[in-house]
Nanobody
């Protein structure tokens, strides 16, 4: 069973920084899109924050462009999210995600347990 374990959330002041890390166990890491999503309190859905496709295409939500940076290490099976210039509206539970789709395989998602980020 694949597990995604997140770390690095916490409390930050506006303008501050936090770094989230996610490590995946026992998976062919290179065939999966890597991403971070977030869900605000009371929100009904998770929104994409940033992602990296299997061929190295980076995608960021407009609200975080220029402030957040996603990175990966295919040898260590890790996905990191460096968050700078944090704002109160960045407050949410952040989830690590691995997503697979054709031609790399059938559609499937793995999720981490979530880590709280609070900016006040």
């Amino acid at each position: 069973q694949v597990q995604l374990v997140e770390s690095g959330g916490g409390l930050a002041q506006p303008g501050g920084s936090l770094r989230l890390s996610c490590v995946a166990s026992e998976i062919n890491f290179r065939d999966w899109s890597k991403g971070w999503y977030r869900q605000v309190p009371g929100g009904e859905r998770r929104e994409l924050v940033a992602s990296i496709s299997p061929v190295g295409i980076y995608n960021y939500a407009d609200s975080v462009k220029g402030r957040f940076t996603i990175s990966k290490d295919n040898n260590k099976n890790t996905i990191d999210l460096q968050m700078n210039s944090l704002r109160p509206e960045d407050t949410a539970v952040y989830y690590c995600n691995l997503h697979r789709s054709p031609p790399w395989g059938t559609h499937y998602d793995y999720w981490g347990q979530g880590t709280q980020v609070t900016t006040i």
